[in-house]
RNA sequence: GCCGGAGUGGCGAAAUUGGUAUACGCACCAGACUCAAAAUCUGGCGAGGUCAAACUCAUGUCGGUUCGAGUCCGACCUCCGGCACCA
């Protein structure tokens, strides 16, 4: 250890002896409780950003304090290393996507070993790998047997500039996100998997997890699964056979029911018409919002005005048989419910706008369950009026003017007219969902290629297991025309038919890169399995994952479908649980003011405001950065990078390491090995036994809670408490008449806390020692065993501080432990300390004293005190004694241990 | 518009969940050391008030409950996120 600290020397050190002893390696048959802690794992973009350093300084604080407590942790990590970034370095700048993927996935692990996050490294996996990839067209083949995976012509985001098909997120707003130009929808036949099927158990199952994932989240995703219960209704058309079955989630309001309105889309639109005097109209109109839906996409951020017609069919009410008008609008949606609605203008505020632009009539059939106030001096009628005109009634109430309902209450009306449609045959109680099957075709190279073959007599033939995985060619002609690439490697779209043998072509997509990481964190128990994408057993120890850490930016995409994935693992018996992740946390984000303004953004290039987590190594240390960067915010809340900061907590650091090494020595002479008896420790070395434990059992605490800045704060606490105390000490030691005159110990008590003289410091002590025990022993202050005792309160502190700093600081950590007299081991193996409740008690209490709610004064009390006791002393108190004088006192409330209050008149 | 979350010093934030508000750190000011700077150390640091105290006022605003409210209840204001014609 030297005696300045060198992070750059400290880290290398200690990053090659875990290396090369494997330390963080996970054994699937350790015998301990296990522990998994998992970070999302990163798209390979080639460069570690300030948001991957917060994301694994986090979950590696969690597995060092685990491991410490001494559960068998894993923590792996892997490459979601499929991905368009890399096809596109292709089509710009010619590079194998390979090539460079591999490239920055070297470099990113560097940098990730140089902050010395403690991975298990040999349960690295990657995407792009076929020993990975082979494994999702394994998942493909096993949904397509049970029919969750399935093929069908469906819109696609299409950029007529660029020739290429974009995602939903590339063509937000309706254009083009690099070219500007206006996204146009193409029909191509895509796989899907069947999402929808597990719609209800994704929003039923949050029940198992919404205890320890964010509400933001959880909400998210219920907003996202879109779960809504209603009915539907059939509305025959007059004059015809056809029924136009609508979706509601009011059937109260059906006797309100002035029109039913139909999406331009809406299949049966055509066949209605076939009659109609308005024919040409009609079809006029729904082309033209045909049309603009189909430019616009469903990323449209503006609401329109709303446009409607009247087709001239009418439709029958089935409640009222009442005959009702017929409307194509454009505020109907066809991907919801069934693109039909009953329009409710008296309880729907956009059936009310529809019905005031186009004069529908408004029948109001549900009035307000009344309330004592709403009676006065209101004329009801014309207060009924002027609702009406306003706005829509949309709340719950009192059905009128509606049949044999009338009279009822809003719920017990949806009830008995959803059963009384069902028992009719003409609707029923339904739940619909927003949700939609998830699209996973990709016109894309780099990818999974989707493991069908289309063969000319046998059809569309899934590739058999045993002919896994479907090998992506080495490379192909990265055009940027939109067709997917692999259609123009000959040797890989030319097979046989796995079933005839005759001449087949291969499905040319790839799966969405979401598809690899909805199961990767599976995979990571059991890497190198070849024959399965795991051995359920190893899985059943590790999995669900204990700790899930990552960016809220994942709460609806990657983390439904991993939702979705493993219940349906679970249904094909490979997991037996339906939720994979136990606990959540969703880090916040990393900011930096932008340059010249006041400014608090995300880090990116091109506001220049980033910071390259090499730099910070270099300039601070791989400890300093990331014990900044947990005790600057709390884990949750946006970080504001300060490099003043880092700085703060490189000074911290070199603090307790310099404390280390000024007392190592003296430790190792001075103090008892084993714990001395009660009765051995002076006054001064019980409070410093409780500082420590005390602190131990806070930090315990904190961790739970994944409170990581308080845990720190907490730290920085007793190291300043330890440093109070030895100066204390020394300046005691030193106060003995005479001593003024020793050589050098005037400037030790000045220098003391300056920690510029260490040898010194370590060699008065030898000194204090030799000179106490040489003297006769009436004259001694203290014995040899109080000595004792006192250097081992001393080295407890210490030891409790460099263990509880090895989850944010680890490097540094281990050379502290080493020197604190640990040759040899890692602390690793080291345990958590434990606080003892009893060395933690206050010798005495202070005991704040108001009067009248305001702190007045304060006593000390021994724990022991009792009520009346603290109630006398609080009376007979001088400061209060000035306060109540002249006044009544009404009460006393005495909050034992805690407080006094006196209420006066 | 709807649904969430949050408002505490100059800044990031604490507060054992109803009991001493502002811990810990950053910034800043003064001092020590130094030829000087850096580093390090010491002291100060919510506002008002005073030589110093005492004391008064402060947790977005206004009310309420309570012996006692940053914390609980009601109304409002502001900011940040998410969704957005979902029937």
């Not at 469906?154 to 290429?164: L, Y």
Request: charged residues 25%; hydrophobic residues 40%.
């Amino acid at each position: 250890m030297d005696e300045k600290y060198f992070p750059e020397q400290v880290e290398k050190k200690w990053q090659q002896r875990w290396r090369e002893s494997r330390a963080f390696e996970a054994s699937n048959d350790d015998p301990r409780p296990k522990f998994y802690a998992l970070e999302m794992l990163p798209y390979p973009s080639g460069f570690l950003h300030m948001g991957h350093v917060r994301n694994y300084a986090i979950g590696d604080a969690l597995a060092w304090y685990k491991r410490l407590q001494g559960f068998n942790v894993m923590h792996p990590i892997g490459w979601d290393s499929f991905g368009q970034p890399a096809e596109q370095a292709a089509i710009k700048r010619g590079v194998n996507p390979r090539d460079w993927t591999e490239e920055n996935i070297a470099h990113m692990r560097g940098q990730m070993q140089r902050l010395g996050i403690s991975y298990d490294w040999s349960r690295e996996i990657a995407a792009h790998r076929p020993d990975y990839y082979k494994w999702d067209q394994w998942f493909f083949l096993k949904m397509y047997e049970r029919g969750l995976a399935y093929k069908k012509m469906s819109p696609v985001n299409w950029c007529p500039n660029e020739g290429t098909v974009l995602s939903n997120e590339q063509s937000s707003g309706g254009v083009c996100w690099r070219c500007g130009a206006t996204v146009e929808k193409r029909d191509l036949e895509q796989w899907f998997l069947r999402i929808t099927d597990y719609a209800e158990q994704l929003v039923e199952d949050m029940k198992q997890i919404e205890e320890s994932w964010p509400e933001k989240v959880l909400k998210r995703q219920r907003d996202w699964v879109g779960r809504s219960e209603g009915a539907f209704i059939d509305f025959a058309v007059k004059d015809s056979k056809d029924k136009i079955r609508v979706f509601t989630t009011r059937i109260d309001t059906i006797y309100g029911a002035t029109a039913i309105v139909l999406s331009a889309e809406h299949p049966l639109l055509e066949k209605l018409l076939e009659t109609s005097a308005l024919r040409d109209d009609v079809n006029r109109f729904a082309e033209k919002i045909r049309n603009k839906n189909a430019s616009r996409g469903r990323a449209a951020d503006q609401e329109e005005e709303k446009q409607g017609i009247n087709t001239g069919v009418l439709a029958v009410n089935p409640f009222s048989g009442e005959t009702i008008p017929v409307w194509v609008a454009n505020y109907v949606l066809m991907e919801y419910g069934t693109g039909a609605v009953m329009s409710v203008p008296a309880h729907d505020e956009r059936d009310y706008e529809f019905a005031q632009k186009y004069s529908l009539p408004i029948r109001r059939v549900i009035e307000r369950v009344s309330h004592e106030q709403e009676s006065i001096a209101h004329d009801p009628s014309s207060e009924d009026q002027s609702l009406a005109m306003q706005h829509a009634f949309t709340d719950y109430g009192i059905v009128v003017d509606s049949g044999e309902w009338s009279g009822k209450l809003s719920t017990v009306a949806m009830q008995e007219m959803a059963a009384q449609a069902k028992a009719q045959g003409f609707g029923e109680a339904a739940v619909t969902y927003r949700i939609r099957d998830w699209g996973v075709s990709r016109q894309r190279f780099w990818g999974a290629p989707v493991p069908i073959v289309y063969c000319e007599n046998c059809g569309t033939v899934p590739v058999p297991y045993d002919q896994l995985p479907v090998v992506l060619p080495e490379t192909a002609a990265f055009t940027g025309t939109g067709e997917s690439p692999l259609a123009g490697v000959a040797d890989f779209v030319n097979t046989t038919c796995p079933k005839c043998d005759g001449p087949a072509r291969r499905d040319t997509d790839t799966m969405d890169t979401f598809v690899d990481s909805s199961w990767y964190f599976f995979r990571y128990c059991d890497p190198r399995n070849d024959s399965a994408p795991f051995d359920p057993e190893i899985a059943r120890h590790w999995t669900p994952v204990d700790q899930y850490i990552g960016g809220d930016s994942h709460a609806v995409m990657h983390l439904i479908y991993t939702r979705f994935w493993t219940k349906v693992m679970r249904d094909l018996g490979l997991v037996s649980f339906d939720e994979p992740v136990k606990r959540l946390l969703t880090q916040g984000m990393v900011t930096n003011r932008v340059e010249g303004t006041d400014e608090w953004k995300a880090m990116s290039k091109s506001l220049g405001n980033g910071v390259d987590p090499d730099d910070m190594i270099v300039a601070f240390g791989a400890d300093a950065a990331r014990l900044f960067v947990l005790f600057a915010a709390p884990v949750e809340n946006e970080l504001r990078w300060s490099e003043t900061g880092v700085e703060g907590s490189a000074r911290f650091i070199r603090k307790v390491y310099r404390l280390v090494y000024a007392l190592s020595d003296t430790l190792k002479r001075h103090a008892s090995q084993q714990e001395p008896e009660r009765k051995d420790f002076t006054t001064a070395a019980l409070s410093l036994r409780r500082h420590t434990h005390k602190t131990i059992a806070r930090v315990t605490n904190y961790f739970a809670g994944l409170g990581l800045n308080t845990t720190v704060a907490a730290e920085m606490e007793l190291s300043n408490a330890l440093i109070d105390w030895i100066e204390g000490r020394v300046k005691q030691f030193t106060a003995e008449p005479g001593l003024e005159a020793e050589p050098g110990f005037q400037e030790l008590v000045n220098d003391v806390r300056t920690m510029l003289v260490h040898q010194q410091l370590a060699a008065m002590m030898d000194w204090y020692v030799a000179k106490e025990l040489g003297k006769p022993s009436e004259l001694r202050t203290l014995e040899f065993k109080s000595i004792a005792a006192e250097f081992f309160a001393v080295r407890e502190a210490l030891e409790a501080l460099v263990i509880m700093l090895a989850p944010f600081a680890p490097h540094v950590a281990e050379e502290m432990w080493q020197h604190l007299g640990h040759e040899g081991g890692l602390l690793k193996s080291a345990s958590w300390p434990q606080a003892n409740a009893e060395l933690a008690r206050n010798e005495e209490l202070e005991i704040p004293i108001q009067v009248n709610g305001k702190l007045r004064s304060r006593l000390l009390a021994a724990p022991e005190v009792t009520e009346e006791e603290l109630r006398t002393a609080a009376l007979n108190d001088e400061k209060i004694r000035a306060f109540i004088e002249g006044h009544e006192v009404v009460k006393v409330i005495v909050v034992p241990q805690r407080l006094v209050n006196v209420v006066v008149k």
